[in-house]
């Protein structure tokens, strides 16, 4: 039995203290907070851990450097901490990396200007990470446009090492016990709140399985990132703050020999910058910063993004479309925290992209609003804070003992075109809730973002072996018609070959 179907069998009739909706970023943290701290808790994940915005960051695990331009040291100096946290805490995750900003003065900032910046950033994280430099002469030279971009500050950030995705997979794995659980593809059905007994009777719904189950908990909270507002409505919770959206989206190029670093180039206008940033086989340019006003709007890219950083990477870097072909492509929708009565009429960058916890003035029912990947461990202590305070004043139980860690006894193999082995898709199915082809190319590894169409390659020449990897899914209760195979390329000539189509045009 995979684990998964496990779970299941476990949640069904249970009872918890705490259920987290949602499974990107906010929710996986709390759901570890909550799971060290010695609570009964259920994650609930209506699609795959981190399909939604978790899956499309840029990977970094930064110190609040876009705060000092509005001089918010103590947000800089509580997320530079939070930052240098991460990296000594999560070693197998996390590493520090080296950063290039590459300065830019037709249409950038003054580079001394920038260097006095980095200086003050770099006090304000205590000297803990290496003191920033001016370096003339650096390697990534080689492919840089140097008439408009040719001097370099080196600085330090943290960085995913393999992937956002398997962090928060990481996350949720370790800190499985046999009080805390998560499922995917699971969902609320239904949410009613019992004022005598002080407990949720809760309705969920298995949509792989298409099971339902009863359960109860004392304490529902919402960490449904850019659904998080239409969560709150479907079951009644008034907020004070609402989500607004902005669309990031990265194209993916085979990656030059020698970019070794993440490169930071100023846009120009409304003092965004634009980042290239080596990630395996590939380096990654974006991301953009779009408001948009729906939420399908926001994870559907769209001819326009891809010219407008076809065109900044003509400015900044050497390549051109036809020497090297886009590998692939992610977006992301940021949901960024405003007031309800908020009009959303600005750059989206000069919004916060700080985290608010809101609690629900007549239930136990906590959302949570904004946030990043930094600065999510300080986000997840303080909800356990807000929780013990307000709901479980005398909880002094045994912190949960996790489960073995199971990742240096993860069973790996090759995959055409990476040199290092990924997980197996048996392994993934067993261990890790995988259900799908995409859940196991974008999310248990990183194959649909480092291999040519989503995987497929340019020429289709991986079908046979994706259609090798579909025979060890897990079966659908309503399974119907086309293989996982079929369905899978057409959606990637859909989202991927159509927009490359539309651009050569
Ligand atoms: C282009 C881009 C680059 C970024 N780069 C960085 C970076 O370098 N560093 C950084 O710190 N941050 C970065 N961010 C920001 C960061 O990625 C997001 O703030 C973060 O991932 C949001 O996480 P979340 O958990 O709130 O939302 P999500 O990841 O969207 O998670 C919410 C989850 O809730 C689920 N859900 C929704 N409704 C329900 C329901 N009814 N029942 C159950 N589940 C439900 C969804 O399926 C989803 O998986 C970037 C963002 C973008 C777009």
């Given amino acids: 039995m995979n684990i998964r179907q496990k779970n299941w069998n476990i949640i069904v009739n249970n009872s918890f203290d705490v259920v987290i909706i949602g499974g990107g970023i906010n929710g996986a943290s709390v759901y570890r907070e909550l799971s060290r701290q010695g609570y009964k808790v259920l994650l609930v994940e209506k699609g795959d851990f981190s399909c939604g915005t978790s899956q499309s960051s840029a990977m970094m695990i930064w110190g609040g450097l876009l705060y000092l331009k509005n001089l918010a040291f103590l947000s800089v100096y509580s997320l530079s901490n939070d930052r240098d946290k991460m990296i000594n805490f999560f070693q197998d995750q996390i590493t520090e990396k080296y950063f290039r900003y590459i300065s830019n003065e037709k249409w950038g900032r003054n580079k001394y200007l920038a260097y006095f910046a980095l200086q003050l950033y770099w006090m304000m994280s205590a000297f803990r990470r290496e003191r920033p430099k001016f370096e003339k002469k650096f390697e990534e030279l080689d492919f840089l446009n140097q008439q408009n971009s040719n001097e370099s500050i080196l600085y330090q950030e943290g960085f995913l090492k393999e992937s956002d995705c398997r962090l928060i997979l990481d996350w949720i794995i370790e800190n499985q016990t046999e009080n805390c659980l998560a499922i995917n593809y699971c969902s609320i059905q239904n949410a009613t709140y019992n004022n005598k007994d002080k407990f949720w009777s809760v309705d969920l719904k298995d949509h792989f399985l298409n099971n339902e189950c009863k359960i109860k908990t004392k304490v529902i ?141 007549n239930t136990p029912w906590i959302s949570i609003y904004g946030g990043k990947i930094s600065g999510c461990l300080s986000m997840a202590a303080k909800v356990e804070k807000e929780i013990r305070s307000k709901f479980f004043p005398n909880l002094h139980r045994v912190l949960n003992t996790k489960v073995k860690n199971a990742k240096n006894e993860t069973v790996r193999t090759n995959f055409p075109g990476l040199i290092d082995k990924v997980p197996s898709i048996e392994w993934c199915v067993k261990r890790e809730f995988c259900c799908t082809l995409e859940d196991y190319l974008r999310r248990r590894t990183n194959i649909s973002q480092w291999i040519a169409r989503e995987g497929l390659g340019f020429q289709n020449e991986n079908l046979e072996f994706l259609e090798n990897l579909a025979s060890y899914l897990p079966l659908r209760k309503q399974d119907h018609g086309d293989s996982p195979v079929i369905e899978y390329r057409r959606k990637v000539e859909e989202e991927f070959d159509n927009i490359i189509k539309k651009i050569n045009k």
């Fill in 221 to 361: 909270l919402n960490c449904a990132g850019v659904w998080t507002d239409a969560v709150n409505e479907q079951f009644g919770i008034y907020s004070p703050y609402k989500h607004v959206f902005s669309k990031g989206v990265f194209i993916g190029y085979k990656r030059p020999e020698n970019h070794n670093v993440p490169l930071i180039f100023e846009m120009g206008e409304h003092g965004d910058t634009l980042t290239f940033i080596p990630w395996g086989p590939i380096s990654l340019w974006g991301p953009t910063e779009t408001k948009v006003n729906s939420i399908d709007e926001g994870f559907k890219i769209i001819p326009e993004d891809i010219e407008f950083l076809l065109k900044q990477a003509s400015r900044n870097l050497k390549f051109s479309l036809a020497q090297s072909p886009i590998v692939s492509m992610r977006c992301g929708l940021r949901p960024l925290v405003v007031k309800k009565t908020f009009k959303f009429d600005c750059y989206p960058l000069s919004l916060s992209r700080k985290y608010k916890i809101v609690k629900d003035e």
